[in-house]
């Protein structure tokens, strides 16, 4: 998978958008229309990277601000962490099976979400 977040010019033959939705690039189309003008960059959301099975005029571009870091998230069942919550469902159901009649299985699991400063 490519790190487009290293500053360098990529080019684009069209398709999905290839970096976060939150970041900020400049960017060159097929007219020579580019986004280096003297304004601020825009936002990857902003462009048109693929529509109605067409590609774009973009043919490159760079990020110029990468999107901010989204929180983590895991479930956990007792201290035990697990990336999903169908994971986290499945264990508590091992251990219960495991344990007949303990009541493991109505013990709760815990979504958490990291804060970001």
């Not at 010019?9 to 400049?26: I, Q």
Request: glycine share 10%; with cysteine; net charge negative.
């Amino acid at each position: 998978m490519t790190d487009y977040n290293d500053g360098k010019w990529h080019g684009w033959n069209g398709g999905e958008c290839p970096v976060d939705l939150g970041c900020f690039v400049e960017f060159q189309t097929i007219g020579g229309v580019d986004g280096r003008a003297d304004h601020d960059p825009w936002a990857a959301s902003d462009l048109s990277w693929f529509h109605d099975g067409e590609a774009s005029d973009v043919i490159a571009f760079r990020v110029t601000k990468p999107a901010p870091p989204k929180p983590r998230e895991c479930w956990s069942y007792g201290a035990h962490i697990h990336h999903t919550e169908v994971e986290a469902i499945e264990f508590r159901q091992r251990v219960a099976d495991a344990h007949p009649g303990k009541g493991y299985e109505l013990s709760p699991i815990t979504k958490w979400i990291e804060v970001l400063p």
